[in-house]
């Protein structure tokens, strides 16, 4: 599997912009998710399979819902338009009348009356929602442009109406190219999910371990900085999040990104990537890199580092972009300080210090394959829950137990 920071870097920018778009009611995610393929199939590719070629089937695995207790959304963009996908399996565009008489859009798909559910994916970017005990409240606004767009459900936001609703998603694209797919920490953990894709490979990822959603909210909550992230026991937000409600230090990543600063402002940290090495050290207040291309990079606060966002932005080009990338998960894994040489492939490596994103840590450690998507860089040397496959027959979403 080729790791996603070796594949064009804008899904990430499209990543952190709809994270943020999705906080401050009346904002709009009218964006692509997470999972973005990076190629649009042409019109005529796009028409024959909007009645949704690719099987999608739901499990429900919870132990703790019947399957009536279960709602499933399946939304996103398909063409620069934001749709929904509808019981049959169509696409449809998002509209204003689709609000009801209470302000918000039902578009839940509900799972069988027993056993497994079966639906149908057409060509599309979006998010597949699932929502336990309660439905989404999901609504259609008026974008700056113009056009009908979607919020969606912030559930790092007390005063979004699906915080205390139990729900989580999964992310993807499916096109011509083929179907990217991920499970997402990035901005909260709350429903164990799983992902299998079959075609070309069968490959599995995201499966939380017997007792992991447990032991990763029981984890955080036994570091002072990361209690405040847990909400009951209904989800744990990313720690970027906890940091713009006030939950979560503003400074909590400073000793560390200065160690940092000062160690490089006297030997060379290299960073390599499929454009070549890059060499650098802080100079003035800059850490300045030579290589295939001259980049450099202020020094980045904690937001910046949680969010890999700031002065970790990654641009689409090939080069500041790409190591971009390898800084940020250095931050975020600590392990910038111990190793000269960037990406670090060794997990054991990871979240050694005592300052550390530790929500990253604990999503890593409640997965069966120790993947997660714990922050928007976490696929640098492969480490993220996610999967791809340029001839796909299936996917297969799974709800598993808590």
């Known amino acids: 599997m080729t790791p996603r920071h070796r594949l064009p870097l804008g899904r990430r920018k499209l ?42 089937t739901v499990v429900n695995s919870t132990g703790s819902f019947g399957n009536a207790d279960v709602h499933v959304y399946i939304v996103g963009n ?7 996908v509808t019981p049959d399996g169509t696409l449809a565009p998002v509209a204003l009348s689709d609000n009801g008489p209470d302000g918000y859009a039902d578009y839940a798909l509900g799972l069988s009356g027993s056993g497994e559910t079966r639906l149908s994916l057409p060509y599309m970017s979006g998010r597949i929602y699932v929502a336990l005990g309660q439905k989404l409240k999901f609504k259609v606004v008026t974008d700056g442009a113009g056009r009908p767009a979607l919020q969606y459900p912030a559930g790092w936001v007390t005063s979004d109406p699906n915080y205390r609703v139990l729900h989580d998603c999964a992310e993807f694209t499916y096109n011509a190219s083929g179907m990217f797919c991920n499970t997402t920490m990035v901005d909260m953990f709350s429903v164990p999910l799983s992902i299998r894709l079959t075609g ?6 995201g499966t939380v371990r017997a007792g992991g959603r447990a032991a990763a909210f029981a984890a955080l909550r036994q570091v002072e900085e990361f209690a ?9 937000i990313a720690p970027g999040h906890g940091l713009d409600a006030g939950l979560f230090p503003r400074d909590y990543l400073a000793p560390y990104i200065d160690e940092v600063w000062s160690l490089y402002t006297g030997r ?27 980049v450099s990079f202020a020094k980045p606060s904690t937001r910046d580092v949680l969010f890999c966002d700031g002065a ?26 111990s190793f000269a040489a960037q990406p670090t492939t060794d997990a054991a490596s990871f979240y050694r210090t005592g300052v550390t994103n530790h929500y990253a840590r604990a999503m890593h450690a409640a997965t069966e394959d120790g993947r997660a998507y714990g922050f928007a860089f976490d696929d640098v040397a492969g480490f993220a829950s996610y999967i791809q496959d340029t001839a796909p027959t299936g996917i297969r979403l799974t709800l598993t137990a808590f």
Request: charged fraction near 15%; proline fraction near 8%.
């Open 15 to 56: 990543l952190v912009a709809l994270g943020g778009a999705a906080v401050a009611a009346p904002a709009v995610a009218a964006v692509a998710p997470h999972a973005l393929a990076g190629t649009s199939p042409d019109d005529g590719a796009s028409r024959a399979q909007a009645a949704g070629a690719l099987p999608l």
């Open 78 to 84: 398909q063409d620069g338009r934001q749709v929904r």
């Open 200 to 205: 070309a490979q069968d490959q599995t990822t």
């Open 228 to 236: 405040p992230l847990v909400v009951d026991d209904t989800r744990v």
């Open 268 to 294: 060379d940290l290299t960073v390599t990537t499929d454009a070549g090495t890059f060499t650098g050290r802080v100079r003035g207040d800059r850490l300045t890199f030579d290589g295939p291309a001259p």
């Open 312 to 337: 970790l932005a990654a641009p689409n080009d090939g080069t500041t972009g790409p190591v971009a990338a390898v800084l940020g998960a250095g931050f975020n894994r600590s392990t910038l300080h």
